[in-house]
């Protein structure tokens, strides 16, 4: 691949020579392989967007047959060549869920005489300046050479020599000739065929089953489903088929999983907003599960049997902890540390025992970002060993022997990622059919969940205050992802999924009217509209923006490296308020829409102006009236348990407005009348797991998308899988 860039690119510390195709760091030259230069020149180019994976394989590989495998590889070549191997807080190359890549760092062009003042000898400070305001691009057509000047008419190799050299010549025809027959031989043959994983099916009854556990022989699994519309823990004799239900003894159960050699099984559960844990023998189900002491200890779960009565617990100290590792003694009903993390906004879950028994691999979630990564760790001494950044979206992980974890693909595609823990490579295997989890016994039977089937999205609308059924919304393309209320009675905002690109609309939902207001191949997100001016908020590129509904301006209000929470942002007449945690302190920013200047403001994760004063959630759920300096004059009546998933925080004139999903996946409504300061809780209904996304609340009505994943199966794989 061609360019027109300058010779010489800073690259904050770095300098990149495009004529030598390397990179130069001080004393340090780097020399690029030729598709890892072509790479990075093309992300330069394209840095103002994403560049997917189908992209790189169209332009970079120019149509030759690679995997996403070959060329994430290559990416991962690049960003260690350029050290840049933090995927949560990269330096030169970002990554996006589904989105691909998109180039952070704005090159400056440098001459010679400028490049020869090393970047070694630039002050701390300067090294880290992102420059601005110098561009280039890559040119796709080939430059005529000049032609040579051959009149001289004089024999360029001596006679002596030109036998040598025809001889050469034959040689060199023959090898490229070679080369040519293989490489379009290899073109021809077929590619290798998804992998194959043969199974019987154990349970197909309707409904989402998630959380799968086995005990030590494979005898019996354990699911938390919704069966038939009969949600709960369940049990399943493997040989006999025989299917049992868990009595709870608390409301909703999040986890569970066998312990003390698989005669009894582990579960937690929440009971009016309080998590319990619950020790249950399976020989006897009518008698009632043990409960156990949590001490303080909150919302336990993702458990790991490790023996001799002792369990590997995923817990929080407090509501504003992360959620990490715990040792909990089942005798004597104590805690020890096991894991830590810095980050609040982290959670430890899908801790696994490798088969040799010495190692323990578990997953590092964040409720900001979209990394995952892999932790190891030693038994014996309980040290971290390996830490493995993974982009992919996953839920569970399984040894597939002591060298080598599985990962299905949580996102509906055919894809299970294999992680080496010698080389930290990660391949993906591509198989007939997408899986939710897989999971081994210690006798070395595998089990799995397989994906379960969509039904497709159901839009509903309700008043707040529940005292109706919700009206099921008709007459909306198959293609909607999400639907918001319009301040035009009867329109509504439409968000649409097409093939190619994501699309926002005006929506008359009695006409079916459309009328299109802004287009991107980028994901996109409706967050909420203006009072009175033709200005939407919305989530593009993972960045805030506002759009200008009349012009189709749009204007990105955050950079790419911010972590925004868009569930808590708020839209007013006079500017707009986002959240954001910057190592591990809430802020609010406030930004003028008149002026453009912004301003925060720290210790909180939501704020809004009402009535010459202000309104603001703290960092522990608890909401707060401000004065107009922003100074606490009174706390609300109302706190969100802040350690689950908060899906909305609006205000609705005198309404606050909080949606948040429960540790067993249902969803709760908040709302605080600030007239009179009355505080009302409600579950929302809700017929499936997991199934309400993207509700929105406008004068006194929600609207909201219930998605439900309706069937998954069961099943024992015939055989080792892999």
Known sequence: MLTNLPPLLQLNDTVLDTVQQALRRGDEEIQLEPRVFDVLCYLLAHRERYVSLQELHEQVWAGRVVSDTAVRRTISKLRAQLQDTNLEQPLFIRSGMKRGYQWLVEPVALTESAQQASTAELPEEARSVRPVNHRFAISTETERPAAPNNNSGRTLFPVAHRRWLFGSSLVVMFLLLLWVYINQSNKNEPAFGPLTMPYEVLLDIPGLKTSLAINPDGQWISFIGALEGTKGLF??????????????????????????????????????????????????????????????????????????????????????????????????????????????????????????????????????????????????????????????????????????????????????????????????????????????????????????????????????????????????????????????????????????????????????????????????????????????????QGRLALLNTDSGALQFVTTAQQQVAFNSSYLSQEALYYAEERSGRWQVTHYDLASGQQSAVVGYRFLAPWQQQYLAMDADGQFWLLSAELEPMQQLSLTLPVNLVPVRVQLDADQLIAVTMRADMGFDLHRLDLKTQQAISQALPQDSLFGLRYLNVLDGTLVYRDAPLDNSKVVRFKGLPF
């Open 235 to 540: 049990l399943q004799h493997t040989e006999t088929r025989r299917l049992l239900k868990v009595e709870l003894t608390a409301s909703g159960v999040y986890s569970a999983d066998f312990v003390q050699q698989g005669d009894a099984i582990l579960y937690s559960a929440t009971d009016l907003d309080r998590s319990g844990l619950y020790l249950q023998n399976i020989g006897d189900l009518n008698v009632p599960a043990k409960k156990l002491d949590l001490e303080n200890f909150l919302f336990p779960g993702a458990f790991l049997d490790l023996g001799n009565n002792q369990v590997l617990i995923s817990a929080q100290p407090e509501r504003t902890a992360p959620h990490t590792y715990y040792i909990y003694d089942l005798e004597q009903q104590s805690w020890q540390p096991f894991s830590f993390s810095p980050e609040a906004s982290s959670f430890d879950a899908g801790a696994r025992l490798s088969p040799n028994g010495k190692q323990i691999a578990l997953l590092r979630l964040s409720r900001l970002s979209s990394v995952t990564m892999i932790l190891v760790f030693d038994v014996q001494s309980k040290e971290l060993v390996q830490q493995i950044p993974l982009g992919g979206d996953v839920g569970f992980l399984e040894w597939q022997d002591d060298n080598h974890l599985v990962l299905p693909n949580r996102s509906g595609e055919p894809i299970i990622y294999r992680v080496d823990l010698t080389s930290q490579a990660i391949e993906e295997l591509t198989t007939t059919m997408p899986w939710w989890q897989l999971m081994r016994s210690r006798n070395n039977q595998w089990f799995g969940i397989s994906f379960p089937t969509n039904r497709s999205a159901r839009f509903f609308q309700a008043p707040v205050l529940l005292e109706q059924a919700p009206e099921r919304l008709f007459n909306l393309p198959e293609t909607a992802e999400e639907l918001a209320l319009s301040h035009t009675a009867g329109w509504y905002f439409l968000v649409e999924q097409q093939p190619d690109d994501w699309t926002l609309a005006h929506f008359d939902g009695r006409t079916g009217e459309r009328v299109e207001l802004f287009k991107t191949q980028e994901r996109l997100r409706f967050i909420q509209a203006h009072p009175s001016l033709p200005l939407v908020m919305l989530g593009v």
